[in-house]
Each structure stands twice: as C-alpha cells, then as structure tokens.
C-alpha cells in the first residue's frame, strides 16, 4: 500500500517537521521562570490549561511555541466570519484558487497581529504571577519586546512548518501540527494513570475504581467520536438522459453526503475562545469575593456545572451558525436544477431546497448534540469524581478528526498512483 517512493517521501518529509515542531517545543523563551509560569497556569487553569493542551505543553513550559497555532485558528475564524459580513471577502471566497490564495495571505498577516496581542497578554500574565527573571527599569522593557517578539516569531514559525507540510507532505499541515501538540501529553496521561493504579494497589481501591472508569470513558468516547465523524446520510440524485451533439447519454445516479459531523471541531473552538474572555479577566483583576463582579466571573470557571451548561449552548448555537454558513440549501437545489439532476421523490426547485434543509438542520441537530456531550464530559467527570480527563473531551476530537482525515488523504494518495501505473 505505501511501497510507493513518492507516498514514502512524503510520510519521511511530514515526519521531520514533526520532529522540527518537537524540537521547537523544548527550546525555552529567555527571561522567563518556568516553573512560575507552570504554576500560573495551573493556579489560572480553565483557557490557559486548554492552550497548553493544544501547545503540547510549551504554554506551561514557557517554550517557543507556547502559543502554538491558536492565533491561525483564530484568524481563520475571523476570515470566515468576514465571508459572512463583508460581500467584498465573500466575492473572494468565489474566485476560486485566486481568491482562496488572497484569503490566505490575509489569514497570514492576522495571524502575527493577534499573536503579538496574544503574546503581550502572555507577558502579562507572567508579569503578574512574578514569573520574569527581570522586572525593572530598561531591562523590563527589552525583556518584554524579546518575549512578545519570540512568541510572534514562534507562531509565524509553526505556520510555515504547516504549510510545507500541506504542500509537501500528507494532509493538512496546521491540522497535523495540532495533533501531534496533543499527542505528545499521551505519556504524561498514562503515567498518572499508572500512578492512580500504584495508589489502587496499595490499599486505596478508590483509586483502582477512578482508573477503570477513565479507562472506560475514553474507550466510550472514542467510538462514539469516530463513529460520528464517519456517520453521513446520503440524498440519492437522479440525472436524466443528455443529448450533446450527436450522442445521448443515459441517466446516471449519485448521491449528496451529509455528514453528521459537517462542522467538525470549529464550534467548540468558537464557545472556548468566547468563555475565555471573561476567565482573562478574572485572572488580571483582583476582585473582592464579595463583590457582584467576583460572583460573575467565578459562573465562567471551568470546572463550574454553570459553566458546563453555557458551554453546551454556546456549542449548539455556533454549531447551527457554522452550518448555516457553509451549505446553501437553496444553491443546492439550483446547481441541481441546472445540471440535470432531481431527488427521486421531490420536485425540482423550493420542494428540493426545502427537503435538504430538512435534513441538513436534522443532521446538524445530532452533530451538534454529539460535539457538545462530548466536549463537556470531562467537566462532568471531573465534577463527580475530582479527577481529571486529560485526552477526552476537546482533544480526542480533534485528534480523532484529524487522524481519520489522514488517512483518507493516504488512501487518495495510493489510488491515484494506482491510476498512474495502469495508465503509464
């Protein structure tokens, strides 16, 4: 299957800039105390633990690429919401490679912009938790400039790596990058299961009950996230017999997938960024407990079950938006009108609109109710047995996600050059 040479050099190339990405992780940004910084993080959890899921660590670490891809993610997001406001980026996104070259260039200088923000607010926070080696005088200052300038050039720097992977390599890149960020905290996890097992062991059986059920979790989870990203409902089209020139063509049938899991991971990633405002601000104000404002923002702790339920509508809601905004019922049904082809059933035309929007919102109503169990679990979890799940939940979605999409992308790879051999 892979004996191919290009299809080998191409795992070999994503290969090494993983191991590049791995390298990158470990080197520290200078005047800053680690240690501090890892116990800020803790001490802050909520979005910055989230952060350091998705860095591999290098949040807590105070490495190169602490910040790892989430300015991209973020910029990525804005430009498709721009697609929505701005007719002028929606006439982009329908140029086609042209457009979609011009989108990225302009993701690309968004992402450096709300990294240097990022990473001033990063310094920040380190200031604040007494985490620089300097704080005083001319020598804050440059400090500062070389942490925000080395966190920038960090994110600019895991940017090119995913796009020579995307180019050069299997896959998506960016996507790739971020999975290997996760993948890399599968030793840490184990071995506090290890240790919660050792504990069991020694007489405190408590601990053997939490780890089973980690264990079972997990495994639940996994075959419900797979099985939902490989579940789709497909609308059987019908085209007519075609007369062109001199030749008739009979009528050929297809169908139109719709997939459970049409938004992916995105509207997780939107509920997180929005419940992280308010957790930011918690943690650069000192607020009185008794005050109204100490009672507000303790509600977007978390490990709150208020906290949970907000995150659970947050979900649904951008999960029905993201939907909204990338299938067009209506531009369905036209494009199905002009090339010849009808749903067995329905007629042509607001019959035909109508019944995909019917099943697209019905598909997008168990995507969306799925994603968010899913993403709240470990809040529920950690809630009922005070420990922690530290691959469930987010992660193994986007983990699941994109390993699947991988292999899709290798097995495309292998037929093509299947094609090649018998044509060549």
């Known amino acids: ?221 996994l075959v419900l996230v797979v099985l939902m990203h490989l579940a789709e409902r497909r609308i059987p089209i019908l085209y007519s017999k075609r007369v062109i020139g001199r030749k008739m063509y009979s009528g050929q049938s297809a169908h139109i997938p719709i997939k459970v899991s049409m938004s992916g991971v995105m509207p997780v990633i939107f509920a997180n960024s929005l419940l992280a405002i308010p957790g930011m601000i918690a943690g650069f104000l000192q607020v009185e407990p008794s005050s109204f404002w100490y009672g507000f923002l303790s509600i977007f702790k978390s490990n709150s079950w208020k906290y949970a339920i907000i995150y659970f509508i947050l979900i649904l809601i951008f999960n029905f938006f993201y939907v909204s905004v990338q299938y067009n019922p209506i531009e369905i049904s036209n494009n199905l009108s002009k090339s010849n082809g009808s749903i067995p059933g329905i007629r042509p035309g607001k019959p035909t609109s109508m019944y995909i929007s019917k099943i697209l919102w019905r598909m997008a109503t168990i995507g969306a109710l799925t994603i968010a169990f899913v993403a709240i679990f470990p809040i529920i979890f950690t809630n009922l047995t005070g420990e922690n799940l530290a691959l469930v939940g987010t992660s193994l979605l986007i983990v699941v996600g994109v390993a699947l999409e991988t292999v899709r992308v290798i097995e495309s790879q292998v037929t093509m050059q299947q094609h090649k051999g018998f044509l060549g």
């Not at 991209?72 to 490679?97: A, D, H, M, W």
């Not at 200031?127 to 966190?151: C, D, P, Q, R, W």
């Not at 999975?179 to 504990?199: D, E, H, K, N, Y």
């Open 1 to 221: 299957m892979l004996s191919s040479k290009e299809i080998q050099s191409k795992i070999l190339f994503t290969v090494f800039i993983l191991l590049v990405y791995r390298f990158g992780s470990a080197i520290p940004v200078p005047f800053i105390d680690a240690n501090l910084v890892k116990e800020a993080v803790k001490k802050n959890g909520g979005f910055l633990e989230y952060l350091d899921v998705l860095a591999g660590g290098g949040l807590s670490h105070a490495t190169l690429f602490a910040m790892s891809i989430t300015p991209y993610i973020n910029s990525s997001i804005i430009v498709q919401l721009l697609t929505v406001v701005l007719p002028s980026f929606e006439k982009l996104q329908k140029e086609g490679e042209h457009g979609r070259k011009k989108m990225l260039k302009f993701t690309r200088y968004l992402t450096i912009v709300l990294a240097m923000v990022q990473g001033v607010f990063y310094y920040i926070l380190i200031y604040m938790n007494n985490g620089l080696h300097y704080t005083k005088g001319f020598e804050s200052i440059f400090s500062a400039v070389v942490i925000v300038a080395t966190l920038t050039a960090g994110t600019a720097l895991i940017v090119w790596l995913g796009e020579c992977v995307s180019d050069k390599g299997l896959g998506n890149g960016i996507s790739i990058i971020l999975f290997a960020g996760i993948i890399s905290r599968t030793p840490a996890s184990v071995a506090g299961l290890g240790s919660m097992i050792q504990r069991g062991a020694e007489g405190q059986s408590k601990y053997l009950t939490f780890a089973f059920l980690i264990v079972a979790s997990f495994i639940f989870m």
